[in-house]
C-alpha cells in the first residue's frame, strides 16, 4: 500500500451517528494533518496531529494516532449532512512537503 | 480568518499555451506551496518556496514549471507550455513555518487548469 490510505474508501451513515475514518502510512513521521474537501473545493485543515501526540479534538472531532501501527483516524461524532465530504490525512516528515492520502468519501444523509 | 486567496478559479487554456496561476498567501507565512490534484486522484506536491527560492520539489515539477514570488503578497506557479496532462486542480498552501516542524499548511480553494 502506499503512504497515507484512507479506509474506508466510502461511508454513508445518518445524520446523528458517528463517523469514523482510518489513515495507514508506511513510514515515520513527524506530523499528521486531517482535510476536508467539498466536492469541487478547497482543502480546510482540521486538525494536526504531532508523533508524540496520542490523541487531540477539536469540537467534534477526534483524532488518534498510533505510530507503533502507522495509523491514525478521525472520529467525526454526531455528524450532520454538512459534513458531507471527503477527508484525507496527509503526512509530514523531515521535509517541507506533506504526503496525502487517498481518502474517504463521507456522505452523511438527513 | 486569514485565507489563502487563488486566482483564477478557473481557467481553459489550448495545449502548448503558457498559464499563470496566481495565489495571495496568508500574510505572515514564510512557506509556500504548490500542490495538484488530478481529477479523481491523490493531492501530490509540486514544489515548496522559502526565503525567495525553491526549497524542495517533486519529480512533477519538471522544466516546463516555474513558482516566482513577484512583490510582496504574491506567488505565482507558470507552466511554460501546457499538456493535455497538466488538467488538474492545483493548489497553493503557505504556513508559518516549515511542514517538517509541524506547521498547519493552509490550502486556497484552488485554480481549475483545463487544457483542451
Known amino acids: 500500500s502506499q503512504q497515507g490510505e484512507e479506509d474506508p474508501q466510502a461511508l454513508s451513515i445518518q445524520e446523528g451517528e458517528n463517523a469514523t475514518m482510518n489513515c495507514s502510512y508506511k513510514?515515520?513521521?513527524?506530523?499528521l494533518q486531517w482535510y476536508r474537501q467539498n466536492s469541487g473545493r478547497g482543502l480546510v485543515h482540521l486538525i494536526l496531529i504531532r508523533s508524540n501526540e496520542r490523541e487531540k479534538h477539536s469540537g467534534r472531532l477526534r483524532v488518534t494516532l498510533d505510530t507503533s501501527k502507522k495509523s491514525s483516524s478521525l472520529l467525526i461524532t454526531a455528524s450532520r449532512a454538512a459534513d458531507t465530504a471527503s477527508y484525507f490525512c496527509a503526512t509530514g516528515y523531515n521535509t517541507d512537503k506533506l504526503i496525502f492520502g487517498t481518502g474517504t468519501r463521507l456522505q452523511v444523509f438527513p | 480568518e486569514p485565507e489563502v486567496t487563488q486566482t483564477p478559479s478557473h481557467q481553459v487554456t489550448q495545449m502548448g499555451q503558457e498559464v499563470i496561476l496566481r495565489c495571495v498567501p496568508i500574510s505572515n507565512h514564510l512557506y509556500f506551496y504548490w500542490y495538484r490534484q488530478i481529477l479523481g486522484q491523490k493531492v501530490e506536491f509540486l514544489v515548496s518556496?522559502?526565503?525567495?527560492?525553491?526549497?524542495?520539489k517533486s519529480e512533477i515539477f519538471d522544466d516546463q514549471f516555474s513558482v516566482e514570488r513577484p512583490d510582496g503578497s504574491n506567488f505565482t506557479l507558470k507552466i511554460r507550455s501546457t499538456k493535455l496532462e497538466d488538467s488538474a486542480m492545483y493548489f497553493c498552501?503557505?504556513?508559518?513555518?516549515?511542514?517538517?516542524?509541524?506547521?498547519?499548511?493552509?490550502f486556497g480553494e484552488g485554480s481549475w487548469l483545463t487544457v483542451v
Open positions: 513510514t515515520s513521521i513527524n506530523n
Open positions: 498552501a503557505s504556513s508559518g513555518g516549515g511542514a517538517n516542524s509541524g506547521n498547519t499548511i493552509y
Open positions: 518556496f522559502y526565503n525567495n527560492e525553491i526549497s524542495e
